[in-house]
Every structure is written in C-alpha cells, then in structure tokens.
C-alpha cells in the first residue's frame, strides 16, 4: 500500500465467494469481512439469505454478466451492481430496485483491453453513458469496473487500470459524484492498487482456487 503511496483504508476488500458454499462466507465474517462478491444470481441470492442469519450488517456485490431476465433479483437482494454495460439493464434495475431499499450502487463496466476482452462498453463510449445512468432514479452510479485480458508483467498489468482511472478523473472531472475505481483481482491486485484502485475483488487469494467456475 504504501509503496505505491496509498493510505490504509482507502482500498476496499471485496471477497469474491462465488463458488463457495455460505459456510466459508461465515468462516470470512467471524473473520471480520464485510462486503462480498458473487458472479451468479441464484447462487448469490441463496447465499444473501443463507446469511441474514447471522444478524450482522453484509454488503452484497453482484460482479458478474446480468442477463435481463434475472435483474429483478439483483435489484431486490443485492447492495451493489459493477458489471452495467448497457443503458437497457440500468433502466431495468433501476424500475425494479424497491423503494424500501436505498438506492442501488452501481458501477459501469469498461472494456479497457480493446479486442482482447469482450466484456463491459467500449472505452470510447463509456462517458456518454455514465452520465445517462447517473441520471436514473433508485440507482446511484458510483464509479468504474474493468476485467482486464491477463498480463503477466507489472507494467503490462498497470496500463489498462491507468485508462481505467483517466476515465473517472475525466466523469469526476465532468460532475459525476464518483468514489469506486473497482479493478484488482488475486492476480493483478497490486497493479491495481498503484493505479488507483479504490477495491479490489479478490476470490481465490483469500478462499483458495476454484474447482469449478
Ligand atoms: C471471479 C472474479 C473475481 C475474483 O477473481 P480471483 O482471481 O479469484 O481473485 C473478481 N472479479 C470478477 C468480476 C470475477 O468474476
């Protein structure tokens, strides 16, 4: 942290547990960990419930690709969305997110590696459309998300995180009230770090590797 001239506490972690039965989310809880990441709606819904049990304040994060049919349950059992990508799925949330909850968080998700990853709007067009979500009722646009395509070396991996961060200097920059750079996973999360990030989602540096996906 200090390294890359990084205050403790202004990076986020998020426990990615997708996979993980909620056992091993308990384990993360007695352990003191908050706020957790999963990439599948039924199993991330399951596992919301499986743990209101414990009584005890959780952050949910839904991180992976949202098919439309399923945003119903994501705006009713989830506190944070980062993986929005088009106008029509944030309409969508935002007409379901009951009015009993606070608003939902919800983070853009940019493909800053180009052709090498298909995921998230293109960085060109990805402005335009922050600032059409952020005007949506029941949601909360709170900053950027990016999975870059793998790198091995450092400065490979810093490259997209610092396009990433440009663009939320330029949205902050042109009035969106944004507090999340989310990029950094097990593998890059240093890189992430030096570049800016505010949270970093990371799954098997903290439950082990997956055996499935
Ligand atoms: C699985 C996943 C992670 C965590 O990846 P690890 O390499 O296990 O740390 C982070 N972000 C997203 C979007 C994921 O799907």
């Not at 991330?44 to 414990?54: F, Y």
Request: charged letters at 20%; proline letters at 5%.
């Amino acid at each position: 942290m200090r390294q890359y001239g990084r205050t403790p506490g202004s990076v986020t972690l998020l426990a990615v547990s997708k996979t993980w039965p909620a056992a091993h989310v308990r384990d993360a809880v007695a352990a003191g960990q908050r706020a957790f990441g999963e990439n599948y709606v039924q199993e991330g819904v399951d596992k919301v419930l499986a743990l209101q049990a414990l009584n005890t304040a959780l952050e949910w994060h839904f991180i992976g690709p949202l098919q439309s049919n399923k945003s119903r349950l994501v705006a009713e059992s989830f506190d944070w969305v980062h993986s929005i990508d088009r106008l029509k799925i944030a309409e969508r949330l935002a007409g379901q997110r009951p009015d009993s909850l606070p608003p939902l968080a919800v983070c853009l998700q940019v493909n800053v590696s180009g052709e090498a990853s298909k995921s998230g709007i293109d960085l060109n067009t990805a402005a335009a459309l922050a600032h059409e979500i952020a005007r949506l009722p029941r949601l909360r646009l709170r900053g950027l998300m990016a999975i870059p395509a793998p790198a091995d070396d450092f400065a490979a991996q810093c490259l997209p995180f610092r396009r990433l961060r440009a663009l939320y200097d330029q949205l902050r920059g042109e009035g969106l009230a944004l507090d999340t750079l989310s990029m950094g996973m097990s593998h890059d999360l240093e890189a992430a770090i030096a570049e800016g990030s505010t949270l970093v989602r990371v799954g098997t540096a903290i439950f082990g590797e997956r055996t499935h996906t």
